[in-house]
């Protein structure tokens, strides 16, 4: 027998009140959620010391960069996303080439982490940044490349670099070049010469009678005597020129390119000028002289030392002579 009365369309019964709040309390729960996480995740980023950078490597365009570039450039970031050259136009000039072309062997290497250069931020000071970057590799293929990196100031650390290099190649007391660093500048120096067939004298110069100095008027008198002829020297020596403090009273010379009549000159200048140097203690004013050997690189000359030794032979040659003067070797 069929049932001619059609079939009670489906009824849901509405939803319970309690589930709706439920429902509604849990999405705004996952909502405060994602907030919490952004505002965490943008806390990071204020607090990270380095420049978090993405871009665009066929266009060029900057796609994001964290706040932390307004903070050590001293740019807008608005300025960076609108127009890639706000980066180039920030670089130090003689650092330029150098970083367009570290940057565009990441497409060859996939990752360049070793790259520093300098930047000037927008008070003009010169900044050291440490840079590193990578393709990246979970980028659509459409999309093209993509490029990211993180750029973090290092110029703390390059300046105690240059700090610890300063003291180690520094005489303290004279700020001159120390024994090690100035042989190390002489031998490349000398090969050079050698290479190049180029001429190049050498210079040992010792004050008389300095012991003497000492006993009279002090050990600290003895050290202006030092650091006023040290001076003298970086006075009178030509740009390119190496000075150095090589023993107690005892200081060197090197000058590349310089022929033996226009080294000859040079140390006739110096002599003259700490000859004129004046000292005084306990009122009484006194003044020093120098001896000094000088010779040049000859082409049997195989080592430094050859010349050293020479220099040295012809300034002791000077003391006996009756020093206060210049002895050719």
């Known amino acids: 027998m069929v049932n001619k009365n059609p079939p009670s369309p489906s009824f849901s019964p509405p939803s319970h009140p309690a589930h ?4 509604l309390l849990h999405a705004q729960g996952e909502v405060a959620r994602l907030s919490e996480r ?73 990752a360049v982490e070793d790259r520093e250069y300098r930047i000037i931020a927008a ?29 973090e100031d290092i110029t703390e650390k390059k300046q ?27 031998h490349h120096t000398f090969e050079k010469a050698r290479q190049e067939q180029a001429p190049m004298a050498f210079l040992l110069l010792d004050i008389d009678d300095f012991k003497q100095v000492n006993d009279t008027y002090g050990h600290q008198t003895g ?19 190496l000075f150095g403090r090589i023993g107690g009273e005892e200081f060197a010379a090197v000058f590349p390119g310089c022929t033996p009549e226009l080294a000859l000159q040079v140390a006739q200048r110096l002599q003259r000028e700490i000859q004129r140097l004046s000292f005084s203690q306990d009122e009484q004013v006194f003044g020093v002289t120098v001896s000094q050997g000088l010779t040049g690189i000859d082409e049997e000359d195989e080592v430094l030392d050859s010349l050293f030794a020479r220099a040295d032979a012809a300034m002791y040659q000077a003391k006996r002579q009756g020093k206060n003067q210049i002895v050719r070797g």
């Open 20 to 23: 709706t709040l439920l429902a």
């Open 123 to 151: 008070d003009g000071q010169v900044r050291w940044l440490s840079d590193k970057c990578f393709i990246n590799q979970q980028a659509d293929s459409a999309q093209g490349v993509i490029v990211v990196g993180m750029a």
């Open 38 to 110: 952004e505002q965490l995740f943008s806390s990071l980023l204020d607090s990270v010391n380095a420049v978090l950078w993405a871009m665009d490597w066929e266009t060029r365009r900057v796609l994001y960069v964290s706040p932390a570039y307004e903070r050590i450039f001293g740019r807008s970031a608005g300025l960076l996303l609108a127009d890639h050259n706000e980066w180039r136009d920030s670089i130090y000039p003689d650092d330029l080439e150098y970083a367009e072309r570290s940057l565009a062997e990441v497409l060859v290497k996939g």
């Open 160 to 186: 105690l670099e240059g700090e610890l290099q300063r003291l180690a190649t520094t005489d303290v007391l004279t700020q001159s070049s120390n024994r090690r660093h100035f042989f190390e500048c002489a």
């Open 223 to 241: 050290d202006q005597v030092l650091q006023r002829i040290a001076d003298s020297g970086k006075a009178v020596l030509r740009r390119g020129d």
